[in-house]
């Protein structure tokens, strides 16, 4: 199983951008998937997740309104849209695939994918 995040890098405060998770070696339908992040000192956090039945998406408090998650199930890749940036979004972004629905917390999800590096700069 590999999930594959691409899609992060360097952008000014109010600025966008979107990362993408390919997944494979799974079935990409029968999984919830997910994002988290990570910043320097802290602990790794939950940022958004999408349903496997349905797409619905669910997000952290601090990025509703801001990010969306979305997911293509013909190219088994999810997305993070992540708009009007704060510098307290830098942080390595992580994918993650869980076999149950709705999770938050890092124990539920079976696989994970290598981060991503966002910095916001003011």
């Known amino acids: 199983v590999q999930l594959q995040a691409s899609g992060g890098g360097l952008v000014r405060a109010g600025g966008s951008l979107t990362l993408s998770c390919a997944v494979s070696g799974l079935t990409f339908s029968s999984y919830a998937t997910g994002w988290f992040r990570q910043a320097p000192g802290k602990e790794r956090e939950f940022v958004a997740g999408?349903?496997?039945?349905?797409?619905?998406?669910y997000y952290e408090d601090s990025v509703k309104g801001r990010f969306t998650i979305s997911k293509d199930n013909a190219k088994n890749t999810v997305y993070l849209q992540m708009n009007s940036l704060k510098p307290e979004d830098t942080a390595v972004y992580y994918c993650?695939?869980?076999?149950?629905?709705?999770?938050?917390?890092?124990?539920?999800?079976?696989?994970w994918g290598q981060g991503t590096q966002v910095t916001v700069s003011s």
């Open positions: 993650a695939a869980a076999l149950r629905v709705g999770v938050r917390r890092e124990n539920d999800y079976n696989y």
């Open positions: 999408i349903n496997r039945i349905g797409g619905i998406p």
